[in-house]
């Protein structure tokens, strides 16, 4: 983080890889997302773009949003495809044919495509151990399609498959842990980041992209037409969620954890909720759950993390908070 | 000099891939297709084989590993079989629509449900309308001729289109047979490098698989379908020339006995052979019998097949995959569609047999001919019949 603070005016490529016109909605964290994120990397770069989002938007045919090599072929698939452009790579190079030595892959996908769809081929390809980047864009639901809920949409989230109602209380399970799940695979570097810690996720991206072997960066990336909230909050929103503790920024670097920022106290969940129109049916007591499971996880992390801050726990501290709509 | 020796038909097809000097395997294990894959592994281990081998998670995986390392450029290679090509699909259509020349061994399979490890056709008529270019082998030799020559097709700029060769599951793929590898330096002559036109190379960015609103997507399909059509000629040219280098000619139809015969038995793959063994016996009983056998099942030969059945009043096909509650076998239904407007065309009885394994023998062939035979005297109030159930 510090080293982009510093020299930054100086270090940032002026060029787009991702570049204007594209047809994102206002407001959009997560096109803001990609472009800091291939803004941290040389031009010696392939792209496998899984459907989704940051596809839809980027491309059709004949037009391009991207300056860099890209491709996109299905929804689930992108970590195996980033599989074969690696070791396609490996052996024409080692076979003396003609292509750029030093090529990095990134394949990149949203959170449907990386913790649902697509986690099958994405296990395969960490396991495997292939030199590639994958980034996932999480925002949370399958946006795309109409605001749908996945395994990352969080606990409480009003979805159009989530709905709240008599017997509902939104999203009824709690948000699927995709870096843990990456970091169980021992791969070399896993990362959290977010748009609204622009240094700190180019920094992450870099180092990923340039740690041999697989790196998985699991970037949260605001939804103003998802999350119901005002487009002028996607900066805002993306600080509180760390903040909250609702998403650590961290790194696991070959296994050991490190959390990327020192918080003396988190803030409570209800400061980022309320914000958000997906979680205005929630009550109290509700958010009390959330605030604890929070809570809970993040002590956890400090753990692995060995980090010496302060352990969180909330004042409304209810222990026996009923789940209700 | 060539060299022949008695090998199992999936090592061959193999070492064929190794001949081929391919560049990237990305593969899943299945029955049966394994052979041709460990095969591989050990090649590629043993360094004899210069490749990456990539041992994916599932055939979805492999296909779409194929699709990442065919748009780079790279000569990639994978195999499967029945529910593996199921699996794989949706992959399947990207291949041909994005046109990389992927070259796939299919080890034919039956479907599950009830589960069968065993040999038929349904695998590979679930996926004729993916756009790949479909080549059906009968035997070893057969097989390991047609994967040097399926690179070849492939790359070919005119062509830019992945290639299924299709050999029939453990009655092909297990079985040692006679076969005449030719010189490494004669196939590194006929098959040249792959020369991809516009691969992923960060060096000239280009942009694939973007999306095709209405606008766009009817002429996207149709120049495929264009491309598609038009492979038959280089598919024809290929086999020419492999023929004048090695002796050894293929044809999109091919016959046996069949010019001028008055009844036709129309087989694809291996049980073609023993169908031969049948129509010699009825010829020795006198009887006006012949073969055809289709080859290239995509793109679908007309004019070569509406020539083959001209002069014929009986076309009996036999299928190895049943289209459920349709017209009966897929085979026989698309011969029916190539004959319909032809003023002179033979009556088509369509059986299906030879499911999930199950052998027809020459008995088995001869019984079907005259089964036909007599279906076209008597009639049948049925789309067609199934050989040899016990109901």
Redesign the interface.
């Known amino acids: 983080m510090e080293k982009y603070a510093i020299y930054v005016p100086r270090l940032i490529q002026r060029k787009e890889k991702f570049a204007p016109g594209h047809r994102a909605c206002i407001g959009c964290g997560e096109a803001l997302a990609v472009r800091l994120a291939f803004k941290a990397m040389g ?4 792209v ?1 773009n899984a459907t989704g989002c940051m ?2 938007v980027a ?6 949003t ?9 929804f ?2 992108q ?14 190079k ?2 003396g ?1 003609a ?2 030595a030093d ?1 990095k892959v990134v394949a990149m996908a949203g959170d449907g495509g990386t913790s649902d769809i697509g986690l ?2 994405l ?3 960490l ?2 151990g292939h030199d590639f980047t994958y980034l996932c864009f999480d925002n949370e639901a399958y946006m795309n399609t109409g605001i749908q809920r996945s395994s990352a949409t969080p606990f409480g989230a009003m979805t159009t498959t989530s709905p709240p109602g008599k017997n509902s209380i939104g999203q009824f399970s709690w948000k699927k842990n995709m870096p843990e799940i990456a970091a169980a695979h021992n791969i070399p570097y896993v990362a959290t980041a977010c748009h609204s810690y622009p240094f700190d996720l180019m920094d992450k991206v870099a180092r990923g992209v340039n740690t041999p072997g697989p790196a998985y960066i699991h970037i949260l990336s605001v939804c103003p037409t998802g999350w119901r909230s005002p487009t002028d909050t996607v900066i805002k929103l993306g600080r509180l969620a760390v903040e909250t503790g609702m998403f650590p920024l961290y790194e696991v670097e070959n296994g050991r954890y490190k959390m990327s920022l020192k918080m003396p106290q988190l803030r409570p969940v209800k400061d980022y909720l309320k914000l958000q129109g997906r979680f205005r049916h929630l009550s109290d007591d509700t958010i009390g759950v959330i605030q604890e499971r929070v809570e809970e996880e993040y002590n956890k992390l400090l753990e692995k993390a060995k980090d010496g801050s302060k352990r969180a726990r909330s004042k409304s501290r209810t222990g026996s908070a009923k789940v209700s709509a | 000099m060539t060299t022949r020796v008695g090998i199992e038909v999936s090592i061959a097809i193999a070492d064929a891939v190794k001949m081929a000097n391919a560049d990237v395997v990305a593969a899943y294990p299945i029955t049966p297709q394994t052979h041709i894959v460990e095969h591989l592994a050990e090649l590629v281990a043993n360094g004899e084989l210069d490749a990456e081998y990539i041992p994916v998670e599932s055939e979805h995986s492999a296909m779409s590993a194929c699709l990442g390392s065919s748009a780079t450029g790279a000569r990639t290679f994978t195999a499967t079989a029945g529910q593996g090509l199921e699996l794989m699909h949706e992959v399947l259509y990207v291949a041909s629509s994005m046109r990389l020349p992927v070259v796939m061994a299919v080890a034919n399979r039956a479907l599950s449900s009830p589960l069968s490890v065993w040999g038929d056709h349904s695998d590979m008529m679930a996926v004729r309308d993916t756009g790949w270019i479909q080549i059906v082998v009968e035997n070893g030799q057969q097989a390991v001729d047609n994967i040097i020559c399926a690179f070849r097709i492939a790359e070919d700029k005119r062509v830019l289109l992945p290639v299924m060769v299709h050999l029939d599951g453990f009655y092909l793929t297990h079985v040692i047979e006679p076969i005449t590898f030719p010189e490494q330096s004669d196939v590194d002559r006929f098959l040249p490098p792959n020369k991809y036109p516009l691969p992923l190379n960060p060096d000239k960015p280009v942009a694939m698989g973007d999306f095709g609103p209405p606008a766009i997507y009817t002429e996207a399909k149709w120049a495929q379908e264009v491309q598609l059509r038009a492979s038959k000629d280089v598919v024809l040219e290929c086999w020419d020339e492999f023929g004048r280098a090695f002796g050894r000619q293929y044809c999109p139809v091919e016959k046996y006995h069949s010019d001028g015969a008055k009844v036709l038995l129309l087989t694809m793959g291996c049980f073609s052979e023993t169908a031969m063994v049948a129509v010699d016996n009825m010829r020795k009983e006198g009887k006006d019998i012949g073969l055809v056998r289709l080859r290239l099942w995509r793109p679908f030969p007309f004019e070569e097949f509406r020539q083959a059945v001209k002069d014929a009043d009986v076309l009996i096909v036999l299928d190895r995959a049943i289209s459920f509650g349709g017209p009966g076998g897929a085979v026989a239904s698309e011969l029916k569609a190539a004959l319909y407007n032809q003023d002179k065309k033979p009556e088509v009885v369509s059986f299906v047999g030879g499911l999930g394994g199950r052998d027809i023998t020459e008995a088995g062939f001869e019984d079907i001919i005259n089964r036909g035979i007599e279906i076209t005297r008597t009639g049948s109030k049925n789309e067609y019949e199934i050989y040899g159930v016990r109901e």
């Open positions: 031009n010696n770069v392939i496998a596809e839809i491309s059709q045919i004949p037009y391009t991207w300056h860099l090599p890209w491709i996109h072929t299905l689930e698939n970590a195996a495809v980033a599989s074969g452009i690696e070791a396609a790579y490996k052996a024409m080692r076979k044919m292509v750029p090529t099958q081929a296990s395969g390809a396991e495997r």
